[in-house]
């Protein structure tokens, strides 16, 4: 397949500036002081879930890694190669590198309610991805997510929160039949629903496809801190 995407023709331009947050007014207009250092993580898909894994195991057992965050600070200063994405919910109660066991520089996380992968959210993983070289992409959700049970009972809402809920409400539609805890249940659809939207990107299909990355969908227990896979 020949390939459309790479990280040098980001580079060209000059999107590694997200990395630091510095653009230029308006869609499409060039960024700004790219990075020296093209991000690379000599890890696997499959190398980068498990240590997702094996940190929420560690967070769950309290025996969290002791780190240094003043020193790791310095050294992800100039450049990051976060080695997973998170697409979370915005949710007080759900910080990913505390739940993960993982400090600064190693994840990129978006956050939003619902953890749905509207257009904003799917082209700032695809940047974690192609260019700043995370492999591994997991969709976040959580037990007794408000926006999802909003979702549930037609909640009328004021400004922009509705077009929250509108994209919640295609993945949960198809748990309506199934066994259980009806909440739970949509909660977990939900998750699978954004996973799918998320592997329709071109950019990230292709690195799926190439071997570089893999999405995958998570649900997190809030009343015991443990994260699991949701298929």
Same mark, same amino acid.
């Given at each position: ?12 331009? @000059?999107?590694?500036?997200?990395? !630091?947050?510095?653009? !230029?007014? @308006?869609?499409?207009? %060039? ?6 250092? +093209? ?31 003043? !020193? ?6 100039? !450049? ?5 994405? +998170? ?17 600064? @520089? ?6 939003? #309610?619902?953890? $749905?992968? +509207?257009?904003?959210? $799917? ?11 995370? &492999?591994?992409?997991?969709?976040? @959700?959580?037990?007794?997510?408000? #926006?999802?049970?909003? =979702?549930? &009972?037609?909640? %009328? ?8 809920? #509108? ?32 592997? %329709? ?12 990355? &893999? $999405? ?7 009343? =015991?801190?443990?994260? =699991?896979?949701?298929?």
């Amino acid at each position: 397949m020949k390939r459309i995407f790479s990280r040098r023709n980001i580079l060209k331009l @000059g999107a590694g500036a997200l990395g !630091t947050g510095v653009v !230029t007014a @308006g869609v499409g207009s %060039q960024l700004v002081s790219p990075p020296k250092v +093209i991000a690379e993580n000599n890890i696997s898909p499959d190398q980068a879930l498990k240590e997702l894994i094996d940190g929420n195991e560690r967070f769950v057992k309290r025996k969290q890694k002791k780190r240094n965050h003043y !020193t790791r600070l310095v050294e992800v200063s100039k !450049t990051q190669k976060p080695f997973a994405s +998170i697409l979370s919910c915005a949710d007080s109660r759900v910080p990913s590198e505390i739940i993960f066991d993982q400090g600064f @520089g190693d994840l990129f996380v978006c956050r939003v #309610a619902g953890n $749905i992968a +509207i257009p904003e959210e $799917i082209g700032s993983l695809e940047f974690g991805s192609l260019v700043l070289g995370s &492999k591994v992409i997991m969709v976040l @959700g959580h037990e007794r997510c408000g #926006a999802v049970e909003a =979702t549930i &009972k037609g909640a %009328q809402v004021p400004g922009q929160i509705g077009s929250l809920l #509108a994209a919640i409400k295609p993945g949960i539609e198809k748990s309506k039949n199934q066994p259980g805890d009806k909440l739970e249940n949509a909660c977990k659809a939900n998750v699978l629903a954004q996973v799918e939207k998320l592997k %329709q990107s071109p950019v990230l299909s292709q690195l799926i496809q190439e071997n570089k990355l &893999k $999405i995958v969908g998570g649900y997190y227990d809030l009343d =015991t801190g443990k994260v =699991t896979m949701v298929s």
